[in-house]
């Protein structure tokens, strides 16, 4: 059975390039994460790693959207082969049936790894440069006009966090951390 995984970034960003290339490979069943890939620890991957079985082949659109660093990649590349599932990686033309699939795997991964480490460095550098100059002011605090009524209810029990992170359109991290700003 050929099963896709797909990943981006955040919820706003848009899968359909991924979903249409794995479409035209085929796949049977598809997993789709909206997370980060900075770990593991993504709901549908996970679900991936369990529904897999001897003699699936896994197949994702770039090794980028499978793990971010070469020791995650390797990682659940032992896990795949551990339960004898081949993977495929169809933008660095990696089939883990083969010897050499697996020698370039290694290869991608590091350079992957090693690219993503250059963005970031660079990314900081361009921020850094941005302050000294009063341009860069970092990331406009997010303000809801009602934050204080809803976390109210929240607080007496009215609605649940999950309600109150819903109707402002925060996720659990900046919703908790502005409720102990505000104490």
Not at 1 to 25: D, F, H, P, W
Not at 122 to 136: D, F, P, S, T, W
């Amino acid at each position: 059975m050929k099963i896709g995984y797909i990943r981006v970034s955040t919820a706003e960003q848009n899968t359909i390039r991924q979903e249409v290339l794995l479409k035209e490979l085929g796949v049977d069943e598809l997993f789709i994460d909206k997370a980060s890939g900075k770990n593991t620890d993504r709901l549908e991957l996970k679900r991936m790693l369990t529904y897999v079985r001897q003699g699936d082949t896994v197949i994702v659109e770039s090794i980028s959207r499978f793990a971010r660093n070469t020791r995650d990649l390797l990682d659940l590349i032992a896990q795949l082969t551990n339960k004898q599932v081949e993977f495929i990686s169809k933008k660095e033309a990696i089939d883990t049936t083969t010897p050499t699939g697996r020698f370039m795997l290694t290869i991608f991964g590091a350079v992957a790894e090693l690219e993503r480490e250059y963005i970031l460095q660079r990314q900081q550098e361009g921020i850094a440069i941005a302050k000294k100059q009063g341009k860069y002011k970092g990331r406009k605090p997010i303000h809801h006009p009602d934050f204080d009524r809803i976390v109210c209810r929240w607080k007496s029990g009215d609605i649940t966090a999950i309600e109150a992170m819903h109707r402002l359109n925060m996720k659990p991290s900046t919703f908790y951390r502005k409720v102990r700003e505000i104490k």
